[in-house]
């Protein structure tokens, strides 16, 4: 069965500043995806980023870069340019098998 | 951009009660799912269907919950007889062919009292 940890319960950051959450994952899966999702205070679920694991090049998306290290089942989400909308719950999630399996997410509080 | 709808956004039941919550997927996918995250906790995995059946389940999955594929287009969760802990925000998510990205809802928040 995959597993997902998130170790950051909550992490802060002062605006403009970067910020880099946690994941590392356990599967004996070959072929996956890892995401990471945005949930605000409206409790939607929203697609930060996605990285194919056959890829070896990190995603990015705009101020969103991910640092995926597949050796060491790791797929960190780096946050640069903070801005006050993205405080919000972070989830990974690890998508294999038809099935996708969030952690226990962070909250992210981004400070002015 | 293609969208997962779900109703009601918000449901306030009696404990014991049954509730349906409904979602309608986006059309062309194939994977459909429910998952349910208790306020201020993790997003849980309760239910995969796949091919007009469940593929797979968890174990917060009992027999107090079933899910459909009525008419080909709405995706059903019901609770037979609710209890306190079943209230959540439920998510209905689905998925391509492909298995490249879950689309989800904006979720029901059930309130059971």
């Known amino acids: 069965a995959q597993t997902v940890t998130q170790s950051q319960p909550e992490m802060s950051v002062q605006e403009a500043e970067t910020v880099t959450l946690s994941c590392t994952y356990d599967?004996?899966?070959?072929?996956?995806?890892l995401f990471w999702y945005k949930q605000p205070p409206s409790r939607q679920m929203i697609l930060v980023i996605r990285?194919?694991?056959?890829?070896?090049q990190n995603a990015t998306e705009n101020r969103f870069s991910v640092n995926f290290q597949k050796a060491a089942k790791s797929f960190s989400l780096k946050i640069s340019d903070s801005q006050l909308g993205d405080t919000a719950m972070y989830f990974c999630?690890?998508?294999?098998?038809?099935?996708?399996?969030f952690g226990a997410g962070t909250i992210l509080r981004v400070k002015s | 951009e293609p969208e997962v709808t779900q109703t009601p956004s918000h449901q306030v039941t009696q404990m014991g009660q049954e509730v349906i919550l409904r979602c309608v997927p986006i059309?062309?996918?194939?994977?459909f799912y429910w998952y349910r995250q208790i306020l201020g906790q993790k997003v849980e995995f309760l239910v995969s269907f796949y091919n007009n059946e469940i593929s797979e389940k968890s174990e917060i999955f009992d027999d107090q919950f079933s899910v459909e594929r009525p008419d080909g287009s709405n995706f059903t969760l019901k609770i037979r007889s609710t209890k306190l802990e079943d209230s959540a925000m439920y998510f209905c998510?689905?998925?391509?062919?492909?298995?490249?990205?879950?689309?989800f809802g904006q979720g029901t928040r059930l309130t059971v009292v």
């Open positions: 990285q194919e694991a056959y890829k070896q």
């Open positions: 059309s062309n996918h194939l994977y």
């Open positions: 599967t004996s899966e070959s072929n996956y995806y």
């Open positions: 999630a690890f998508g294999g098998g038809n099935k996708l399996v």
């Open positions: 998510a689905s998925i391509d062919r492909l298995n490249t990205e879950a689309f």
